[in-house]
């Protein structure tokens, strides 16, 4: 061990903008990437594995490590608890390893308050049409839960201005070359304050 401390990258975005399959193709090219596993309340899919996709847990006991204070950051979505351990992501820092933790924004402001050294990527859509078509492209909702949905997406993308880099999924190859671009310490063309960026969150925003 080296004894330099591993970078902690939070990457955030609103239901439905891609994030979970831009982060898979992420670890694949970057191996090295440690992942962070939640624990939720939420039930497990067919096509999830316990403490590989996530840590599947009841209520009381997600309520008992809240206690505890055994979580980094916690939050409910969609009547579902979210949380991150912090045994597990420091242990990895201290470790020297890289660490990427995919949350909501409520937990990425969490996490900044916590560990402000984060870096944190917000993902955009390239629109409201294809929010919505990856929304009802899922199969498992119904037209409420999508409706429910887009609507908690709308209000979750107007927090985009807390993250320190705007990745937009409008190319899915070129989108995934950005988040390596970032974690590997190039990505400051992508910084949130860039100037083409205002046309589309002026349009995802009206």
């Known amino acids: 061990m080296s004894g330099k401390r591993g970078?902690?990258?939070?990457?955030?975005?609103?239901?439905?903008?891609?994030?979970?399959?831009?982060?898979?193709a992420l670890m694949q090219r970057r191996p090295?990437?440690?992942?962070?596993?939640?624990?939720?309340?939420?039930?497990?899919?067919?096509?999830?594995r316990h403490s590989h996709d996530y840590f599947f847990v009841d209520k009381p006991e997600f309520e008992r490590m809240v206690a505890a204070g055994e979580f980094l950051e916690h939050a409910?979505?969609?009547?579902?608890?979210?949380?991150?351990?912090?045994?597990?992501?420091?242990?990895?820092?201290?470790?020297?390893?890289?660490?990427?933790?995919?949350?909501?924004?409520?937990g990425a402001?969490?996490?900044?308050?916590?560990?402000?050294?984060?870096?944190?990527?917000?993902?955009?859509?390239?629109?409201?049409?294809?929010?919505e078509q990856r929304l009802r492209g899922r199969g498992?909702?119904?037209?409420?839960?999508?409706?429910?949905?887009l609507r908690d997406s709308l209000a979750d993308l107007s927090h985009w201005s807390e993250f320190d880099y705007i990745v937009v999924n409008?190319?899915?190859?070129?989108?995934?070359?950005?988040l390596e671009a970032i974690v590997t310490g190039q990505g400051e063309h992508l910084r949130r304050e860039r100037a083409e960026l205002r046309e589309l969150l002026a349009k995802l925003l009206a």
């Not at 970078?7 to 898979?24: D, E, N, Q, W």
């Not at 944190?120 to 049409?129: A, C, G, K, N, T």
């Not at 498992?140 to 949905?149: F, P, W």
């Not at 409008?170 to 950005?178: E, V």
């Open 140 to 149: 498992t909702d119904s037209d409420e839960v999508i409706a429910r949905r």
């Open 109 to 131: 402001q969490q996490i900044r308050r916590a560990l402000p050294e984060c870096r944190s990527i917000f993902v955009l859509p390239p629109s409201r049409e294809a929010l």
């Open 7 to 24: 970078k902690l990258f939070v990457i955030a975005a609103p239901s439905g903008a891609g994030k979970t399959s831009l982060v898979r």
């Open 170 to 178: 409008d190319d899915f190859d070129r989108a995934t070359a950005d």
């Open 76 to 106: 409910r979505v969609f009547d579902n608890y979210y949380g991150t351990s912090r045994q597990q992501v420091v242990q990895l820092l201290d470790e020297g390893q890289d660490v990427l933790l995919e949350i909501d924004w409520q």
């Open 32 to 48: 090295a990437l440690r992942f962070s596993i939640s624990y939720t309340t939420r039930q497990q899919r067919p096509n999830e």
